[in-house]
């Protein structure tokens, strides 16, 4: 799913176009027993408890695709007969209303979500008239002939309030007040099937993550059945396990520059594209050689990138590249600079000693003081 197809699904969660049809929910303790279920069509709550839900389902589907939204397959063998996408799929045509199955699903869950604290477990089903698009991309709500039904799991983790005073009216007096189970913003949460080319792509989930590096991998593997991924974080340290492994004691700073520099204008250059970019590994190869990697090096490239990421295994280069800052480290010192201004930094060698040249054309401040740079 790429970030139009998201937000056009985060639309949904509103009362002007909710297509949610029913919500269930389990609420866990800590020792993993059920302490509450509950299953009730969506739009008998009460109008204030609508909105509440609507903010959770909204940020279940919220952050940066490839680090909090993930793409998710399924193994040929889970889409088979008793296979985890297959219940998946039974769980939404049932449109949750048979209990054996969402028993099953709730079983599942606490199974294998590792957390330890009291936790809830929402699901809904929907059902998306999907709109027709005319060539100018404007929705045509009387041309469709598209329905996407969907189910949407969030876990919110479900925490006393903080102690503290307030006042009470009835009473007038300042006192102690009652600390309540308050459910939280969602950790961890999917959408089946995905919505891909908007329409229903049952071979594929989105899932989410708060923290992108906390993807309850036995949660994926053992209740949704999709493939390993890799996390935004171990994308980025196995891409710099590469480099390393394939310049060696040739890891010049100029190479490492030059690769920073031509992922920021592939990045660039294809910011208005509504996928995210991904790298495979000709396209990681073509990169190193264009920064100045030699040919020779390049020879252990294919072992390198096998062993540390997988010979079909792409990298999102959002999650490869340094895009917040350029930052240049020695044992003392620290240099930040504009990711897009790393050309500033150079390292050469002065009076016999290697030295860190940045040139200065502006104003200069220490501690906040405009200073002489003479």
């Not at 909204?58 to 940066?64: E, N, V």
């Not at 995905?194 to 993550?209: E, G, I, T």
């Not at 208005?272 to 190193?288: A, I, M, S, T």
């Not at 390198?304 to 020695?330: M, P, W």
Request: aromatic share 8%; with cysteine.
């Amino acid at each position: 799913m790429n970030k139009k197809e998201v937000l056009e699904i985060r639309k949904q969660f509103s009362p002007e176009n909710c297509a949610i049809t029913r919500i269930c929910g389990c609420y866990v303790d800590g020792d993993k027993e059920k302490k509450l279920e509950f299953k009730e069509a969506f739009l008998s709550l009460p109008e204030e408890e609508c909105f509440k839900y609507y903010e959770i389902f909204k940020k279940t589907l919220s952050g940066t695709i490839g680090k909090n939204l993930i793409h998710m397959g399924f193994p040929l063998e889970q889409e088979l007969s008793g296979g985890k996408q297959e219940s998946l799929v039974k769980l939404k045509e049932s449109k949750l209303k048979d209990d054996i199955l969402l028993e099953e699903f709730y079983d599942k869950v606490i199974e294998s979500y590792d957390f330890g604290e009291h936790y809830l477990i929402l699901l809904i089903h929907a059902v998306y008239d999907v709109p027709g698009r005319s060539k100018d991309g404007m929705d045509m709500f009387d041309a469709s002939d598209n329905v996407y039904e969907h189910i949407l799991c969030c876990i919110c983790p479900v925490a006393l309030s903080k102690a503290g005073l307030c006042y009470n009216a009835v009473t007038n007096t300042i006192q102690d007040r009652i600390r309540d189970w308050v459910v939280g913003e969602p950790a961890n949460g999917f959408l089946f099937p995905a919505f891909n080319d908007r329409s229903s792509d049952l071979h594929h989930l989105l899932f989410y993550s708060k923290k992108p590096e906390a993807l309850q991998d036995y949660f994926v593997e053992y209740t949704l059945g999709c493939t390993e991924v890799m996390s935004a974080g171990t994308q980025k340290e196995s891409f710099q396990d590469i480099i390393v492994n394939t310049l060696k004691e040739d890891c010049d700073y100029s190479v490492i520059r030059n690769i920073h520099e031509n992922l920021q204008e592939m990045i660039e250059e294809s910011k208005e594209e509504p996928e995210p970019l991904e790298l495979g590994k000709q396209e990681v190869r073509r990169l190193f050689s264009k920064s100045g990697i030699s040919e020779e090096k390049l020879e252990a490239f294919d072992k390198n990138y096998n062993e540390n990421i997988g010979a079909q295994t792409t990298l999102l280069a959002s999650n490869i590249a340094s895009t917040r800052k350029f930052s240049v480290k020695t044992p003392e010192i620290v240099v930040n600079v504009n990711p897009e201004r790393a050309d500033l930094i150079d390292i050469q060698m002065i009076d016999g000693r290697k030295c860190l040249v940045i040139p200065i054309d502006d104003e200069v401040e220490v501690n906040g003081i405009s200073v002489n740079a003479r």
